[in-house]
């Protein structure tokens, strides 16, 4: 069943999950070492104190405002919905975000916390470089300093993001352990945590981490299902059908789905990377073909081999390249309350093209994957039906990618 | 009892700390660790800290990270590690020791069968980096009921709170982080730790072992002037580094090092003393 959590738009107060100890069901928690336990039951102690703070609240949605540029459009993709002949697609703008993503949403929360506990550094990890960005974009406009660690392969494949960190000030710096990707920053972002607790302040990017990180992370984006729920009922007085967003570590996708949990007739799909395909191994869909462990310092959905090793993913999306998934999503799987599906490398690709050429609106391709999905899910449902589909972020980082595939010279 | 206990006896009978040395399971090669775990007791290892290789050891530094990445190209598994325990068993039956990894591995295997495993093994105890005593309830039951010591770790950052709670949990000894940091780091503070250590043993009458920065018989001796136990594990696999291609000198170089540190915590031990243990 769907969290009986009241919604109260007026705080970024929550509801039922997680419990005090961050657990969401069976999932989450807080599964790291010693050193990092007060440091986190520092920042819990901020954000529970701060988050129904009215004047934590306030300073929160006026940056939202002023320098996000929220709310975010709410868009009909007339010619798409009428070309696929089903459902009308609504497209949640998160791309016209400053800095191009939803990711800043969260990076404005937790650099207002940064900022209330005194912390003069901060550090953060990345996949597709757009966290890195907007991290680097909060500490430049806080004049903190910022490390961003990124996996020397992801650095290769978003050049474009490693320059714009760079410019607004930021320190690059790669990551060579492991698989070179996201979790390995991940757990470079932690050692240095560990090493500089006293200063600094750890951005994580999405609804993954140790608690209080899933739930805060969450809190700070569920003004995107918020503004979508209040916007379609101004545009057509009704609820959507169905939600449908990508989920990476999953934070576009939960801060989507969360104010409509309670919403029972509202279907809601979170879209994995397929890769290669779900059947070669080559892929990043551990809610779809994974089992529960420990990664990161919660319980959750895990990509891993026999023996309890973290394998490595596949995505043509570096965004969505993780081996886990956020806990509230493990959570609402085995409940049962969000299906999710995953769509291919291929199939995301073809949806980049198509949104391009359609609506005129270049799709980031972690974003494509919900897209493509629900482009199929529209052909099989009514004129009278609506999907609100997340539209997390735009795809002028992805173009050399794209390009490179294509094998056209840029 | 215990093991780790009784070795804990024996040394504090005779005004001497332990050493325990840390390598990880498999590295450099599986065949290998079995000779090299005789060869640290021979060179002195009171116990042994057995790492379990894991693909993400985030507490760790780049010196214990590299070593699981070697361990892992032979998918050295945790069933592979108690495996190795079992054989270290064939010829030494006194020499504790201690699995320390991480949980996901663990719960791959699942917590009771691993604990079957491992007593089935006769190893000691378990050390979970990643499994704060808040998590660790139902663990820790199962642990106790196979007879395994379980030891956590404390840290710099460890409320006085939390100390507590966490001495109530521990058995065998008790582990305390010298830094915030990753193993390997450098810039431990003594004076620090020292004040650390006795708060700990305020609430607990468990050994204190310290380690993550320990690098050569100077630190460690600085250690032991403080604490139960002296705990070294990135300056070893340092030396394993850097002889892989030859795994005689490389385990002399391990012995050599692991010697030094010996020597230096027994320095004001009457010879008459010595010659009782470590034969
Ligand atoms: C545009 C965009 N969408 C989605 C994601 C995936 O993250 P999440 O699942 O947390 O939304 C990313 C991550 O980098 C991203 O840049």
Redesign the pocket.
Same mark, same amino acid.
């Given at each position: 069943m769907a969290s009986k959590a009241p919604e109260r738009p007026e705080t970024l107060a929550s509801g039922q999950v997680p419990d005090r100890a961050g657990m969401f069901g069976e999932y989450g928690g807080r599964y790291v070492a010693e050193t990092l336990i007060e440091p986190l039951a520092q920042l819990e102690a901020a954000y529970f104190k701060f988050r129904d703070d009215p004047g934590f609240v306030a300073e929160f949605e006026a940056d939202l405002s002023h320098y996000v540029g929220r709310p975010s459009p709410l868009y009909l993709a007339q010619r798409l919905s009428e070309k696929y002949g089903g459902a009308q697609i609504y497209l949640k703008r998160?791309?016209l975000n400053h800095t191009?993503?939803?990711?800043i949403n969260n990076t404005v929360g937790q650099a207002l916390l940064a900022k209330r506990m005194n912390k003069t550094r901060i550090i953060a990890e990345? $996949?597709? #470089?757009?966290?890195g960005v907007a991290s680097a974009t909060v500490a430049a406009r806080l004049g903190l300093e910022c490390v961003v660690y990124m996996g020397e392969e992801d650095i290769h494949r978003q050049a474009p993001n490693v320059y714009r960190m760079r410019l607004l000030g930021a320190e690059v710096v790669p990551v060579r352990s492991g698989s070179k990707t996201?979790k390995d920053a991940l757990n470079e972002a932690l050692r240095d945590w560990v090493t500089h607790v006293d200063t600094t302040f750890y951005i994580i990017?999405?609804?993954?981490g140790p608690h209080p990180y899933p739930v805060l992370?969450r809190d700070f984006?569920t003004v995107i299902g918020r503004e979508a729920k209040t916007q379609l009922q101004e545009m057509t007085g009704s609820l959507p059908d169905a939600l449908v967003?990508?989920? $990476?570590? #999953?934070?576009?996708?939960?801060?989507l789905f969360y104010p409509f949990l309670d919403d029972a007739g509202v279907r809601m799909f979170g879209i994995e990377a397929a890769g290669l395909g779900l059947e070669t191994q080559r892929h990043s869909a551990p809610l779809n073909t994974g089992r529960p462990g420990v990664l990161h310092g919660n319980r959750t959905y895990l990509m891993e081999d026999e023996n309890g090793q973290i394998i490595e993913t596949h995505s043509i999306?570096?965004?969505?390249d993780?081996p886990g998934?956020?806990p509230e999503h493990a959570w609402l799987k085995d409940i049962g309350r969000v299906q999710y599906e995953s769509v291919t490398d291929e199939q995301a690709l073809a949806a980049f093209h198509e949104l391009t050429r359609v609506e005129g609106i270049i799709p980031?391709?972690?974003?494509s994957h919900a897209l493509a999905y629900a482009l199929q899910l529209a052909a099989k449902m009514t004129p009278e039906q609506k999907i609100v589909v997340n539209l997390?972020?735009?795809g002028d980082?992805d173009i050399n990618t794209v390009a490179d595939i294509e094998g056209i010279e840029l | 009892m215990s093991r780790i206990q009784e070795r804990f006896d024996a040394l504090a009978g005779q005004g001497r700390k332990a050493l325990v040395p840390y390598i990880t399971a498999g590295d450099p090669h599986p065949e290998q660790t079995v000779a090299l775990m005789h060869t640290l007791v021979e060179a002195g290892a009171d116990m042994i800290e057995l790492g379990v290789p894991f693909s993400d050891p985030m507490a760790d530094g780049p010196v214990i990270q590299a070593a699981c990445e070697r361990a892992l190209a032979h998918n050295t598994s945790l069933r592979d590690t108690l495996g190795m325990v079992r054989s270290f068993r064939q010829r030494d039956e006194d020499t504790p020791v201690i699995l320390m990894g991480y949980q996901n591995p663990v719960e791959t295997l699942g917590t009771r069968e691993f604990a079957r495993l491992a007593r089935q093994s006769e190893a000691d105890g378990v050390l979970t980096v990643d499994l704060p005593v808040e998590q660790a309830g139902q663990a820790l039951e199962t642990y106790r009921e196979h007879g395994l010591d379980t030891v956590f770790l404390i840290a710099p950052t460890t409320s006085e709170a939390r100390i507590k709670k966490i001495c109530e949990a521990s058995s065998g000894l008790i582990y305390y982080v010298s830094l915030k940091g990753v193993t390997g780091a450098g810039h431990m503070d003594i004076s620090e730790v020292k004040n650390k250590v006795r708060e700990i043993k305020q609430h607990s009458s468990l050994p204190v072992g310290v380690g993550f920065g320990v690098r050569d018989a100077e630190s460690a001796r600085d250690i032991a002037s403080i604490a139960d136990a002296v705990i070294v594990g990135s300056a070893l696999i340092r030396q394993i580094e850097a002889h892989l291609s030859d795994p005689d000198s490389m385990k002399k170089k391990v012995a050599d090092l692991l010697r030094d540190m010996r020597e230096a915590l027994d320095l004001d031990i009457p010879e008459a003393d010595l010659s009782a243990t470590n034969s």
């Open positions: 998160e791309d191009g993503a939803h990711k990345t $996949g597709a #470089g757009q966290h996201l990017g999405t609804v993954a992370v984006q967003a990508c989920v $990476g570590g #999953g934070s576009n996708a939960i801060g999306s570096a965004g969505l993780y998934v956020g980031a391709l972690e974003s997390s972020g735009r980082k | -």
